[in-house]
């Protein structure tokens, strides 16, 4: 039975790595925000189940795109949902040195902010996950005391391919550099030491409302910018050898996906929109190489987003993207591009979305408007 073990243990093995290597896929649905809709149009986007949607055809009025992800957040889902199932389950990792990420991806007003860092009465993934990097420390410290952790952050944004400190204000571009362990380092980012989550509130907050404040000013640079938390996990061996681990968690907050030819910015506005092309479209290609797993070259050099995120994103990191979308019509070339990124499958149905209660009434027609009514959908 030993071969037969250790066959299994290999097909095990093989199927473990190719699955830590993929970008796990979750898309976000937030709620129809009436006032943004004057011509009240109704939702163009609405979900199906727990991993699929469907998006007006608007080259067809009689098709709809149904869309298959690795999870689907609905409107109605809450934040303490969103992390349970994207989130918390790859937190275990980063105590045992293994990296992270974990980044929110849409157009600007779709959703990636409330996602990250939401509200006071409505907390994000970032406060959440750090409370639960300190909750897991914590265990782990009570249950056997052979190991010592010590927890820390850094906190930068990527704006026009440079890389500025946001815990050291008036900082320069830093440098990305790679050790000789293929760990990416950053010389010169500050690291800040953190005992505990009201430490880390302490530290982030002031740090964050600088970054949303300075953004109004800027011409909402905050929407072309990447905000980008480091969460970093030592853990320490109080006994010899004195080993040691390294842990890194990256949450992001992606500029805005939009395409910014499209709103016909201009001057120093549409070279920002290109550097930001560069990083996304190099992150869309990256994750893309990562998921169909065609082997060959992974672009992580071709941008500073990737080149950072390398040590983090595939490989043997954990990554979860969640996409945010919006349901108004005003966003729909955005979600509709930002749906063909995230996609794992796409299906065109030859279901009307939004007309089908006007046309005549045929039985068949008739009755399926009933039921597109009973899960509360239809719209005229
Ligand atoms: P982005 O960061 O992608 O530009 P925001 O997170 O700022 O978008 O969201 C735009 C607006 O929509 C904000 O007012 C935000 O509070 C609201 N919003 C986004 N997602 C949700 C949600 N799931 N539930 C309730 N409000 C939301
Ligand atoms: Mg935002």
């Not at 796990?24 to 189940?49: F, I, N, T, W």
């Not at 030491?193 to 909402?220: E, G, I, M």
């Not at 065609?294 to 950072?308: A, F």
């Amino acid at each position: 039975w030993t071969s037969e073990m250790a066959q299994r243990v290999a097909v095990n093995d093989a199927a473990g790595s190719k699955r830590t290597a993929r970008v796990r896929v979750a898309v976000r649905l937030r709620p129809y925000m009436d006032k943004q809709d004057e011509k009240s149009e109704g939702p163009c986007v609405r979900g199906l189940g727990p991993q699929t949607l469907e998006i007006v055809n608007w080259r067809n009025a009689t098709e709809t795109l149904q869309y298959q992800f690795d999870v689907f957040h609905g409107e109605q889902s809450t934040q303490q949902e969103v992390f349970l199932s994207s989130v918390k389950p790859i937190i275990p990792h980063i105590l045992n040195g293994q990296n992270a990420s974990v980044f929110a991806y849409g157009p600007t007003g779709a959703g990636k902010t409330h996602t990250m860092l939401g509200s006071q009465e409505q907390p994000g993934v970032i406060p959440r996950a750090v409370r639960e990097v300190f909750h897991l420390v914590r265990t782990q410290v009570k249950d056997q005391d052979e190991w010592e952790f010590s927890v820390g952050m850094s906190y930068l944004e990527i704006y026009n391919e440079k890389v500025l400190d946001l815990l050291s204000p008036n900082s320069q571009d830093l440098p990305i550099r790679e050790d000789k362990d293929k760990n990416i380092i950053i010389p010169g980012l500050t690291h800040t030491s953190l005992s505990s989550f009201s430490d880390f509130h302490t530290h982030f907050v002031p740090a964050s409302l600088n970054r949303t404040t300075a953004s109004t000013k800027l011409n909402q640079r905050s929407s072309r910018s990447h905000a980008i938390l480091l969460i970093k996990v030592v853990k320490c061996q109080r006994v010899p050898p004195h080993r040691q681990q390294t842990g890194k968690l990256y949450l992001v907050d992606l500029a805005g996906s939009e395409d910014n030819r499209r709103t016909g910015n201009q001057g120093i506005r549409l070279k920002e929109s290109g550097a930001i092309n560069l990083s996304l479209f190099t992150l869309s290609k990256v994750v893309d190489c990562l998921n169909t797993g065609t082997g060959g070259r992974v672009p992580y050099r071709d941008s500073k987003l990737t080149r950072l995120l390398q040590d983090s994103l595939g490989g043997s990191a954990h990554s979860v993207m969640i996409t945010n979308i919006a349901p108004e019509y005003k966003y729909y070339f955005d979600t509709f591009t930002a749906l063909n990124f995230a996609a794992k499958s796409k299906q065109i149905i030859n279901r009307p979305f939004v007309r089908e209660t006007v046309m005549p009434p045929t039985n068949a027609a008739g009755k399926r408007s009933r039921e597109e009514q009973d899960a509360g959908g239809s719209v005229e």
